[in-house]
Nanobody
Framework: VQLQASGGGLVQAGDSLRVSCAAS????????VGWFRQAPGKEREFVAA????????LYADSVKGRFTISGDNAKNTIYLQMNNLKPEDTAVYYC?????????????????WGQGTLVTVSS
């Protein structure tokens, strides 16, 4: 499966932004899909994941209550809606897919990766 992330940009603290991950080659329904992010000088960290066939989602504590992961099966696209953005949310956001219904929170658990989209939150 090929993944294409998009939707990043420059926003101010408190703003909202939605990033998208479009898949080609396979449908997302048979995969778990995750969003990770990597800030300059830091390791890649888990943000959120979804397995919509089972209706399961999982969020990192740092984004819980502010970010929402969802999917559009018809468009084969996963979204990450980010509200009340903070400067510490600044990072390159990557989408990933895993050939399992079990959601993983480590980057090593994912088989496919998109190219990343940059989100910058100014204070």
């Amino acid at each position: 499966v090929q993944l294409q992330a998009s939707g990043g940009g420059l926003v101010q603290a408190g703003d909202s932004l939605r990033v998208s991950c479009a898949a080609s080659g396979r449908t997302f329904s048979s995969y778990s899909v995750g969003w990770f992010r990597q800030a300059p000088g830091k390791e890649r960290e888990f943000v959120a994941a979804i397995n919509w066939r089972l209706g399961r989602t999982l969020y990192a504590d740092s984004v819980k209550g502010r970010f929402t992961i969802s999917g559009d099966n018809a468009k084969n696209t996963i979204y990450l809606q980010m509200n009340n953005l903070k400067p510490e949310d600044t990072a390159v956001y990557y989408c990933s897919a895993r050939r399992s219904s079990v959601i993983a929170t480590t980057s090593g658990g994912y088989d496919f990766w998109g190219q990343g989209t940059l989100v910058t939150v100014s204070s």
